[in-house]
Nanobody
Framework: QVQLVESGGGSVQAGGSLRLSCAAS????????MAWFRQAPGKKREGVAG???????RYADSVKGRFTISKDNTKNALYLQMNSLKPEDTAVYYC??????????????????WGQGTQVTVSS
């Protein structure tokens, strides 16, 4: 039932900022755990930031202090504010959702619904 569509990706210089959005349709995200994952060429998919339905959030150590995850239940949208971007942040970023209990909100295998991804490229 859930369809997720990411937007907001692009190409920026190191130190710049981007705000990613994930629009959900087919169902409301109020009772879903939501997360952002990313995958760079030659690397495995990694959890970036996750947020539970109750608002609890968690971040990967590599982005802590630079990225902020948030959601707006009334707009049925998830966001990822990315500041102080580094070249190593370059990847395809995916939005994911899960309506069951998620023990680890940065574990990709626990999420059922996925968007198509949006490319983020950070140049030196």
């Amino acid at each position: 039932q859930v369809q997720l569509v990411e937007s907001g990706g692009g190409s920026v210089q190191a130190g710049g900022s981007l705000r990613l959005s994930c629009a959900a349709s087919g169902y409301t995200i109020t009772y879903y755990s939501m997360a952002w994952f990313r995958q760079a060429p030659g690397k495995k998919r990694e959890g970036v930031a996750g947020i539970r339905s109750g608002g609890y959030s968690r971040y990967a150590d590599s982005v802590k202090g630079r990225f902020t995850i948030s959601k707006d239940n009334t707009k049925n949208a998830l966001y990822l504010q990315m500041n102080s971007l580094k070249p190593e942040d370059t990847a395809v970023y995916y939005c994911a959702a899960e309506h069951t209990v998620v023990a680890d909100i940065l574990e990709s295998s626990l999420f059922s619904f996925w968007g198509q991804g949006t490319q983020v490229t950070v140049s030196s």
